[in-house]
């Protein structure tokens, strides 16, 4: 990523406001692709016509996929409203790319369980989780020792998607394993505080809010990085969460190892958590409640994954 002052004080903006890391680079990868795209002119000097011909360019020459094209609106939308104070009105000849309608994937019960009965730990527990409570990957990844409530069988998700907040179930046949975990989690913590480490990663804000927080053990990620790196922003080392590519990784040789060939991904393990929650016969506004949805829309979608199974619809030729 190329650090002009240009893009350094973008980057300023979303830090400030609290964007994610992932999101700042995907911001600014695609403010830097306009830019190119229109010979390196400054963005001040450009408007709504530049970003029309941008997003047809998008659309009909690179064929992107209508989030990808969206992915990059957004990064440019939020370039002219925090940078240049403007809002953009799409051009009507903009082409907008299809959004295909999918069914998601989803797995059997019995699918589920063969996959992460092949995993190793911490895998097993992870992907435990992923099914058993309807998480999304890096809200798996982010969860941090406080966010285990196990009086009350719930797991608290910290900004979730949109960042949101939200509580989910925690499995009753999870408890002990998460237990093991955490002591896990606690020896290797006393090892880094011991050589004078013991730092997690935390928000910049949040790090100024609570300073006492960036050692404390209830703030350690429930499935710790196995090195220390440098903080992103602040700087310090600190021992950060597990990389998501690990992850991958491990559902890729056990998807291999049980012979599933279906296409499975982390994600796969959450649309199976709400069709499973769905076939047994929960309400669609708790699932709604559980996955984080703010539109009834988004969970209804599971319904039709699970509409032949739940009406007992045959195929002529099975009568």
């Known amino acids: 990523m190329a650090t002009s002052p240009f893009l350094e004080s973008i980057r300023h903006i979303l830090r400030t406001k609290h964007y994610s890391i992932q999101t700042?680079?995907?911001?600014?990868?695609?403010?830097?692709?306009?830019?190119?795209?229109?010979q390196k002119r400054h963005p001040k000097d450009m408007g709504e016509q530049e970003v029309s011909n941008y997003l047809t360019y998008l659309a009909v020459n690179r064929q992107v996929t209508s989030?990808?094209?969206?992915?990059?609106?957004?990064s440019i939308v939020f370039m002219y409203k925090h940078v240049f104070e403007r809002e953009l009105t799409l051009l009507s000849d903009t082409v907008r790319a299809k959004a295909p309608t999918r069914v998601p994937m989803v797995l059997s019960n019995k699918e589920a369980t063969a996959i992460i009965n092949v995993l190793k730990p911490p895998y097993h527990l992870m992907f435990s989780l992923l099914y058993g409570s309807g998480l999304r990957k890096a809200e798996l990844l982010a969860l941090r020792i406080k966010d285990i409530d196990f009086d009350g069988n719930s797991i608290y998700v910290f900004r979730g998607k949109g960042a949101k907040d939200r509580m989910t179930l925690l499995p009753k046949i999870l408890i002990e394993s998460l237990k093991e975990q955490i002591e896990k989690v606690e020896g290797l913590h006393s090892k880094?505080?011991?050589e004078g480490e013991g730092k997690t990663s935390l928000p910049s804000g949040l790090a100024r809010k609570y300073p006492k927080a960036?050692?404390?053990f209830k703030w350690q990620y429930l499935f710790p990085s196995t090195v220390r790196c440098k903080h992103p922003t602040d700087g310090y080392f600190c021992r950060h969460h597990l990389h998501w590519t690990s992850l991958s990784k491990a559902l890729r040789a056990a998807v291999?190892?049980?012979?599933?060939?279906?296409?499975?991904?982390?994600?796969?393990f959450r649309h199976t958590f709400?069709?499973?929650?769905?076939?047994?016969?929960?309400?669609?506004r708790t699932v709604q409640e559980l996955l984080g949805h703010n539109d009834l829309k988004?969970?209804?979608?599971?319904?039709?994954?699970?509409g032949q199974h739940s009406s007992g619809t045959l195929s002529p030729i099975d009568r």
Not at 24 to 37: N, P, Q, S, T
Not at 274 to 284: P, S
């Open 298 to 306: 988004t969970t209804q979608i599971y319904t039709h994954v699970i």
């Open 214 to 216: 960036i050692t404390e």
């Open 256 to 268: 291999l190892k049980t012979g599933i060939r279906k296409h499975v991904t982390a994600h796969t």
């Open 192 to 194: 880094d505080l011991a």
């Open 24 to 38: 700042e680079k995907a911001y600014l990868l695609w403010i830097k692709r306009f830019i190119l795209f229109n």
């Open 274 to 284: 709400a069709t499973q929650l769905l076939l047994n016969g929960a309400d669609i």
């Open 67 to 74: 989030s990808t094209q969206n992915l990059a609106l957004c």
